[in-house]
């Protein structure tokens, strides 16, 4: 009776943990959205509509690095959790369990940030005003890249451990 009292208990808590986690997100999502970020320009002729081959060009690598670092996350997502089903639950050291979900937690703040960081572009785009070296630009890759690099640490953490207690256990 303890243990699916246990059980109830951590499944409430996974559920309080996600909602709040979509109500920071979204919280954040608010403040971006909120806060003026591009200046309006009123009426633009056409001959400014057109962005320079250099902007587009940002534009694109911007967006490439963005969609590179987003498909990495996501697959190393999908190893974490190919990983911990194949692998006996009742062999996992917590404080390796707790390396995963750092990685994970990791990797989603890291297609967050992409995605702030693709919202920024679609901004900059719009008022036709793209500078690479911008905060609002520049500051959300950085977070994407970082994090993501962070999850990495923590991903090899957690791979070296439970695949070297494999290995000593065969």
């Known amino acids: 009776m303890e243990f699916e009292a246990a059980r109830r208990l951590s499944r409430l808590i996974f559920y309080i943990a996600a909602i709040l986690c979509a109500v920071v997100a979204w919280k954040l999502q608010q403040h971006y959205i ?8 009123g009426i633009i002729s056409s001959s400014e509509t057109d962005l320079s081959s250099w902007e587009a060009k940002g534009i694109e690598a911007a967006s490439q690095m963005n969609s590179l670092l987003t498909t990495l996350g996501t697959a190393m997502l999908g190893a974490m959790g190919f990983l911990l089903i194949n692998i006996h639950s009742a062999h ?30 679609l901004g900059a785009t719009a008022s036709h005003r793209f500078n ?27 791979t070296f451990h439970e695949l070297t207690r494999k290995e000593k256990e065969a």
């Open 34 to 41: 909120g806060t003026p970020q591009w200046p309006a320009d």
């Open 92 to 121: 996992h050291r917590p404080r390796h369990l707790w390396s995963a979900l750092a990685s994970a937690v990791c990797v989603g703040a890291s297609i967050y940030f992409g995605y702030v960081g693709y919202m920024h572009v």
């Open 132 to 158: 690479p070296y911008d905060q609002l630009i520049k500051w959300p890759s950085q977070a994407q890249f970082y994090m993501l690099l962070l999850a990495v640490f923590f991903f090899a953490d957690f």
